[in-house]
């Protein structure tokens, strides 16, 4: 894996590992290091959601971590990233956008099926599944195509306790 994602998943240990203990139900989603403009951008949720107040107390908590670099805090919205087992399998059928590693361009594929040793198996528009192991998963977001069905579907789960 190229240096740079690895550097991404190590910082991103190191913010889950910082928060726990100071804001244990706030959820690392995802973290993206942009060097270019030196920036850190944080995608993180919790059960009641996600607001102003608690993007600024996490920006303040993880300041040590990200050196001279901005923050950028925020939920992940909609279309939200993907990493970890759990997020995958919350979209089992669904359409996600997919980059692996050694592969400049993202494809759009329908989860099937999560293992969490194994990796994931998707299904591309034309052709077989295939397992994509975790460790070679760059970047994966949920394709919304209906904005106020995912709202919908959003709040319920919300309600249930299962976002």
Do not use: N, W
Not at 60 to 69: F, K, M, N, Q, S
Not at 71 to 87: C, D, N, Q
Not at 140 to 159: M, Y
């Amino acid at each position: 894996m190229s240096r740079h994602f690895d550097r991404e998943r190590e910082l991103q240990r190191l913010i889950e590992a910082t928060l726990a203990p100071a804001l244990g139900q706030v959820e690392v989603v995802d973290l993206e290091l942009d060097e270019p403009r030196e920036a850190v951008r944080l995608f993180i949720d919790t059960p009641e959601g996600v607001g102003f107040d608690l993007c600024a107390e996490v920006t303040e908590i993880i300041r040590p971590l990200c050196g001279d670099r901005s923050i950028e805090v925020s939920s992940p919205g909609m279309e939200r990233p993907l990493r970890a087992p759990a997020s995958f399998e919350a979209v089992v059928g669904e359409d996600v956008r997919l980059r692996r590693q050694g592969v400049l361009r993202a494809r759009t594929v329908k989860v099937v099926s999560v293992d969490p040793e194994e990796g994931v198996t998707v299904a591309p528009v034309e052709g077989d599944e295939y397992v994509v192991p975790f460790d070679e998963i760059v970047r994966a977001r949920l394709v919304v195509k209906d904005f106020f069905a995912a709202a919908e579907k959003a709040r319920g789960a919300k309600k249930k306790g299962l976002a």
